[in-house]
């Protein structure tokens, strides 16, 4: 059974944390995960990191550069996997950029998440349409589930494509932008996250994109299911390491 | 078999639009409205205008003497180099303004590698108004100071790339997350037949003025309008898009395409993206493209700042995948060697990336009858430097 379904069926406001699988140091992926729970976070998504990652800002390409510099590759990030099942019970997401994927072959991708107890993947430049042709045969097979974005741009229409075609959650990208660039969310944000939700669509939604705080959080689930949150975390690890996850868990939840 | 683009995008298996819901909106407004913009006669009226009194076309289809006598064939040379700002990029600029104006775009962005597309764009900016940011990586803007120093002359902002590699494949990068960012006001003028779909079909349609010319000169010339062979250096695809795309579907004309093989295809310096690359997505297009065995795209190598990008437009994928068109790889050092031939047999001192195209003639033996076209998509002013570093002149 997927554990994305379940815990969105859970009655409170979701936490979810991305991070870049290799930063700061190689080995690092399980401690954060297993931190990262043991705090209290919802759901995680680990980065797969790529060399151009087209829809990021400064922070995560900084942190992807290093964890390719480090050695991390899919066959490492697979590996480093392998056993967390055994310690971590949350929905774990992997989010990287297609091409790896492809090169690994989508099948075969798709077979390990399910062998390790990966429950979705996010893959920002894999559109709608091709999955929907080409791949959406091959995730349900391994009961992978595929999880699209919607911006502010995108219409009323498509939207509700990418609910028909979606079963987990469908991710909310804050405002027109690369990660990790705003500050803050204004009228305009809020009455996009109110338009949203008022479509009521059947995926719940969960935003990202300039959460960095318990602020941004708060304004973030006030309309929606729950906040990803990446950049900043990413500086926090950059700062300070993997020991201290817990206290900026804490913070955002307050 | 189709050697042109099917209405999904795709040059047989290649091209598509491979790009996050974010970009969605910018291009599909732009596959919408491409082909229709494009066909409007207002739009063919003043885009053919300008190409004439501004850009200087036609450009010549010069008669090579000398250096058809050496290689005992029919050399005929295709002038982009005597455009306006000295290379055949401007064609594409001139069309993707005027596109960007008919969708009332105000702002524009351009990445650029040796600084040629970014001098371009910055010079249909300047004739239009529009303002103007440039993406260059930081360590081609070390290299190319000229072309720097040239936009800046032309108004436009130039932003270093300072993310990855910072060469043209981080430019490019930094120029879709902006557009990324600036959803509404803003047109993203890709420099070459690279790209999602639609770009690079808009693309080689601007470029596509190149083979119209050929054939109609060619008849003035030669009595037909088809040569034997048409040979152009291939960086992302743009002049050998054009000077190919009217003999695409006609198997009599041969196509020929020059790789930059840098220091050599096997010596782990190279740009030769149909040897070294494989299937993969590339800026948002499925393509061929240097890569790890993990997927991660790595950095070429050319001497020649325009063939250094580790893909390659997905017509060209499909021409190699099918056969189409020949490839052929070309060293920094046969490169070099052509180009100053070039400079003592006709008096024209090419671009490098040309120069490329122009050792084909040391690579491969044509028939005396034989009608080559080739090509020179550039001139060699900006390349001066390398030039004199190279011979130590
Ligand atoms: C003179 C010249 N030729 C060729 C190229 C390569 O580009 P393309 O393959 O798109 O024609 C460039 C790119 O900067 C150039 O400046």
Request: include cysteine.
């Amino acid at each position: 059974m997927n554990r994305i379904p379940t815990k969105l069926k859970e009655d409170k406001k979701l936490l979810s944390i991305y991070f870049t699988a290799g930063y700061p140091s190689l080995d690092d992926t399980t401690t954060i995960i297993q931190n990262l729970e043991k705090s209290g976070v919802d759901m995680i998504e680990i980065g797969l990191p790529f060399s151009d990652p087209l829809a990021d800002g400064p922070t995560i390409q900084a942190s992807s550069t290093q964890a390719l510099k480090n050695g991390m590759t899919t066959e490492v990030l697979f590996d480093q996997l392998k056993d967390i099942r055994k310690t971590v019970s949350i929905p774990l997401i992997i989010m990287g950029y297609f091409n790896p994927m492809l090169q690994y072959g989508v099948e075969d991708f798709c077979k390990k998440c399910q062998e390790i107890g990966i429950d979705g993947l996010i893959i920002p430049d894999l559109p709608v349409d091709v999955y929907h042709e080409q791949y959406k045969a091959i995730f349900e097979k391994y009961g992978i589930i595929n999880v699209f974005l919607i911006t502010p741009q995108t219409s009323m229409e498509r939207i509700h494509f990418i609910d028909s075609i979606s079963n987990g959650f469908i991710y909310m990208v804050s405002s027109a932008s690369v990660t990790g660039s705003s500050s803050g969310f204004g009228e305009e944000q809020t009455n996009y996250f109110k338009r949203i939700a008022d479509m009521q669509l059947n995926n719940p939604q969960v935003i990202g994109f300039g959460i960095s705080n318990n602020e941004t959080f708060i304004q973030a689930t006030a309309h929606a299911k729950g906040a990803i949150i990446g950049s900043a975390f990413i500086k926090h690890l950059t700062n300070k390491g993997v020991s201290q996850i817990d206290s900026f868990v804490k913070n955002i939840l307050n | 078999m189709n050697y042109n683009i099917n209405e999904k995008g795709y040059y047989g298996e290649f091209g598509g639009a491979y790009i996050p819901e974010m970009l969605y909106p910018n291009v599909e407004e732009l596959r919408q409205n491409y082909l229709k913009v494009m066909a409007e006669p207002e739009f063919q009226k003043e885009f053919n205008q300008l190409l004439k009194d501004y850009v200087g076309r036609p450009s010549p289809l010069y008669f090579a003497k000398r250096l058809s006598k050496k290689y005992n064939t029919k050399v005929y040379l295709k002038r982009e180099d005597l455009n306006h700002t000295g290379a055949h990029k401007i064609n594409n600029t001139i069309g993707q303004i005027l596109m960007a104006k008919r969708l009332g775009k105000h702002r524009i962005i351009a990445e650029t590698g040796a600084g040629q597309h970014g001098v371009a764009t910055a010079t249909v900016c300047a004739l239009m108004g529009l303002e103007c940011i440039v993406y260059m990586g930081e360590i081609d803007i070390a290299r190319q100071a000229p072309n720097v120093a040239r936009m800046k002359m032309l108004g436009a902002t130039v932003v270093p790339a300072l993310s990855g590699s910072r060469t043209l494949k981080d430019a490019t990068n930094e120029a879709i997350r902006d557009w990324i960012n600036n959803p509404v006001d803003t047109h993203y003028i890709i420099g070459s037949v690279v790209g999602p779909h639609p770009y690079p079909d808009m693309v080689a349609r601007f470029q596509a003025v190149v083979s119209e010319e050929i054939q109609w000169q060619l008849q003035e010339h030669e009595g037909k309008t088809n040569p034997d062979y048409v040979v152009a250096c291939v960086g992302g695809g743009s002049n050998a898009a054009g000077a190919y795309y009217h003999f695409l579907e006609n198997t009599d004309v041969k196509l020929i395409a020059i790789e930059a093989a840098g220091l050599g295809v096997d010596s782990g310096e190279s740009a030769a993206t149909s040897v070294l690359g494989k299937e993969g997505i590339i800026h948002g297009s499925k393509t061929l493209l240097m890569q790890t065995n993990d997927g991660q795209i790595t950095e070429p190598y050319s001497i020649s700042a325009g063939l250094d990008y580790p893909g390659v437009g997905p017509m060209h994928a499909h021409l190699y995948k099918t056969g189409r068109a020949e490839f052929i790889a070309i060293t920094d050092d046969q490169a070099m060697n052509a180009g100053l031939e070039l400079c003592k047999l006709e008096g024209i001192i090419p671009a490098i990336e040309s120069s490329h195209a122009l050792a084909v003639f040391e690579q491969k033996k044509f028939q005396p009858e034989d009608v080559v076209v080739l090509s020179l998509s550039g001139r060699g002013d900006k390349d001066l430097q390398n030039y004199i570093d190279y011979f130590k002149f």
